[in-house]
């Protein structure tokens, strides 16, 4: 099970989430421009001792990503607050990417309808939307909850 991140806009962000996948033995996919200088050595401060221990693959843009994930055979799944099905109905499968958009923009029309499957976390009444690391932590677990994948 992989993460993707769309342009993320908050380093800090990007950092729990290297943690995350770290701790649930997942691959990070980054794909640029990101809305901060990207280097390893910023992350460190927020994924601590665990930014080692993370495979990281950055994408220069959107094409890029998408042209490795048809080559790859991977199953992209989005994570967005427009979904109708709930990401606990969500049938996952192994290999599954899961994606999740910019903090500030989340991700453009054309991103979202190439996704094959749209997943949203379901929220009290009222809430708008989850922070995008706590959001991806959610999902993983679940995803690799599913597919048998969870770390003994």
């Not at 606990?88 to 309808?113: K, N, R």
């Amino acid at each position: 099970m992989d993460i993707a991140l769309y342009q993320p806009d908050i380093a800090g962000n990007v950092g729990a989430m290297l943690r995350t996948a770290a701790c649930f033995g997942a691959r990070v996919h980054i794909i640029e421009p990101c809305g901060f200088p990207f280097s390893m050595h910023g992350f460190r401060r927020t994924a601590m001792d665990y930014a080692d221990a993370v495979s990281v693959v950055r994408h220069a843009d959107w094409p890029t990503f998408r042209s490795w994930a048809d080559e790859a055979q991977r199953r992209i799944v989005l994570l967005t607050t427009q979904s109708g099905e709930s990401l606990y109905l969500t049938a996952f499968a192994q290999g599954d990417i899961l994606m999740m958009g910019s903090e500030g923009a989340g991700v453009p029309a054309d991103v979202h309808d190439a996704a094959c499957l749209q997943a949203r976390i379901p929220m009290a009444a009222g809430m708008r939307s989850l922070n995008v690391g706590v959001a991806a932590g959610i999902a993983l677990a679940e995803a690799l909850r599913q597919t048998g994948g969870l770390p003994q």
